[in-house]
Structure formats: structure tokens, C-alpha cells
């Protein structure tokens, strides 16, 4: 449903996704300060694109994007990174065109990591000079200033990596982007591989697996609990809802006035979805492609749902 929401909010216009990582280094801090240095992740990471679309040497423009916030690794480890699905161009300053970007790469990646590693870097050092840090545990050796210094010094001589992939084809794509990423958790069934009551075995990546005890996967897993009320999805520039019924609606509007013949590249999206209330089984066959109406083991069968009282009633043997 929250996909189908989304929907309104896609442009008929190419994309890209751009990736930003924090170095192995900061994951002991972000392990004790998970609502904060993820905060900041989400600060410093949206400011870089925002001021380097801004920039008229770049673009000149406000473009729209969506960043989703990913914790994990394939072997379920610590590693904070946020995805951003990034407008292939923007809304001119005053509003009266649409500026396209370059249709091979949004920025150059290492402009777009510098950057980066220079406003993370610096907010991170006033929040330990506020004292808004916790640096207790494994990070108490942190608390001595010469330490901290110590560690920034090293974070600001290594490369950030902020990976670009390669553009989005158009917005069915970012759908099925938003459908693969956006509410996905650390761990899908389908890679759980075994369990024998002391070990759990999935597959991480290449066809590879590892096997982990009870104990150590749970810890793993639990890494990637988010805080209580942290929003994990945000929107940004003319995504944002500050822009979505004034920005947003310039920008459509332009798109589809230069758009008489839409190239692959720059379909049409479709239009919001409109108020009327589907069968949910509907709804979902028609976002997933899978009918819930069909036995998953035969897919000849009709699944048939059934009163929870009836199904915990022990079976009629007379």
C-alpha cells in the first residue's frame, strides 16, 4: 500500500541511485548511538546532494529524492548505509523549466564523497564536544579527547564510499526498486537455509552460506532494530512533503509538456491511485504479481481461508 502511494510522487523522468556508506571504523559508536549517528547519516548524506544540485556550476536545480535507510551486510553484520533514489534533474530556481542532468552519472563520486566525509566528520566532532555522544562500553577508550581526535584524524585521510549505480531505466523501475528495498529487514525467509536447535545456517551471497549459533544469530539480528519511532524512509527536495503540492506539480507538468513521444528512459508515470478500494488480494496481485487466491505448493489449487476457531479445533475423528 505504502508503494502504491508512492506512486503519485514518481516523475516522468530518468533516475539514479546513489549509495552512501559509513566506514567500518564509526560502527562501534554507531552501535551506542544508533538514533543519532543515523540522524546524522540521513542529515549529511541529503545536504551533499541538496547543495551539489544547487551548485550552478553542477546543475543549477532542485531535484527530488528518496533515501532508505539499510543497516546490514549478507552476513547480517553491522553496516550502516543509506540508499537514495535520486531525480535524473531538477526544477529550475524560479520554477519555469526543467533542468536535466547527465545522463551517464549524476556528480563525480569522489566530489560526492568528500563531501560527505567533511560534513559527517564535522558534525560528528560537535556532537562529542556537546558531550551527545555515549561513549561508554567497547567506545570508552573514545572519551579521552586525544583518542577522538585520533580516530577523525584517520577517518578524514581514508576514502568514503559512496558508490553510484548505474541509472535507473525509468519509473517502473524505481518501483520495483521501492518494492525490493524499501520495507525489507536484515533477513528474508527464503535464505534461511537450516536449524537444528543449536546452529542457524543461511545463504549470504555468490551461493555461499555461514553458519552461525542461536545465540550469535540473534545478536546479529537484533543489530538491525531500529529505535523506537525512528523513520527509516525520508524524502527530500521536491519529494518532500513540504514540496509535493506545489514543487512537485510544476515539475510534472513541465516534464509532460516536453514529453510528446515519452522515450524508454522517461515513461509516463502513472497516475495516483484513486480512492476506490480494491480487494486487498487484488491490490496485492496487482503491486507483487502474486495471486494469495493460489496454493503456493501446487499453483493449481484455490487457497481457502478459514475462521481462525475453525482452525484450531482438533479434527472431527467420529
Known amino acids: ?17 546513489v549509495v552512501f556508506t559509513l566506514p567500518a571504523e564509526l560502527r562501534g559508536l554507531c552501535r551506542r548511538n544508533a538514533k543519532t549517528l543515523y540522524k546524522l547519516l540521513f542529515q549529511t548524506a541529503s545536504t551533499t546532494l541538496l547543495e551539489l544540485g ?35 534533474g531538477g526544477l529550475s530556481p524560479n520554477g519555469d523549466q526543467w533542468i536535466p542532468a547527465r545522463r551517464s552519472y549524476l ?5 560526492l564523497s568528500r563531501l560527505f566525509r567533511g560534513k559527517f566528520l564535522d558534525r560528528l566532532r560537535h556532537l ?45 523501475q524505481v518501483y520495483k526498486y521501492l518494492g525490493r528495498y524499501t520495507h525489507r529487514v536484515g533477513l528474508s525467509n527464503q535464505r534461511l537455509v537450516a536449524f537444528d536447535g543449536r546452529q542457524v545456517c543461511f545463504r549470504t551471497k555468490d551461493g555461499k552460506t555461514i553458519t552461525l549459533s542461536a545465540e550469535e544469530f540473534i545478536r546479529r539480528f537484533l543489530l538491525h532494530v531500529l529505535p523506537g519511532g525512528f523513520v527509516k524512509i525520508r524524502h527530500y527536495g521536491l519529494m518532500s512533503s513540504a514540496n509535493a503540492k506545489t514543487k512537485l506539480v510544476t ?9 510528446t513521444s515519452p522515450e524508454p528512459h522517461a515513461a509516463e508515470a502513472p497516475p495516483p491511485p484513486t480512492a476506490t478500494a480494491a480487494d486487498w488480494r487484488e491490490r496485492f496481485k496487482s503491486l507483487t504479481g502474486i495471486d494469495l487466491t493460489v496454493c503456493p505448493r ?21
Open 1 to 17: 500500500a505504502w508503494i502504491e502511494q508512492r506512486k503519485g510522487r514518481i516523475l516522468a523522468s530518468s533516475y539514479f541511485h
Open 54 to 88: 544547487d551548485d550552478p556550476g553542477r546543475l543549477g536545480a532542485q531535484f527530488g529524492f528518496s533515501a532508505v535507510l539499510h543497516t546490514w551486510s549478507r552476513s547480517l553484520e553491522l553496516h550502516p548505509h543509506l540508499h537514495c533514489i535520486v531525480t535524473g
Open 107 to 111: 556528480f563525480p563520486v569522489k566530489v
Open 128 to 172: 562529542y564536544e556537546q558531550g551527545n555522544l555515549d561513549l561508554g562500553g567497547a567506545c570508552g577508550p573514545l572519551a579521552a579527547p586525544p583518542a577522538f581526535e585520533q580516530l577523525l584524524d584517520k577517518l578524514y585521510r581514508q576514502e568514503w564510499v559512496v558508490y553510484a549505480k548505474r541509472p535507473f531505466g525509468g519509473p517502473e
Open 251 to 259: 515539475a510534472r507538468r513541465l516534464l509532460e509538456a516536453e514529453t
Open 298 to 318: 501446487c499453483e493449481r489449487g484455490t487457497m481457502i481461508a478459514q475462521p481462525l476457531s475453525v482452525l484450531s479445533e482438533p479434527p472431527n475423528t467420529s
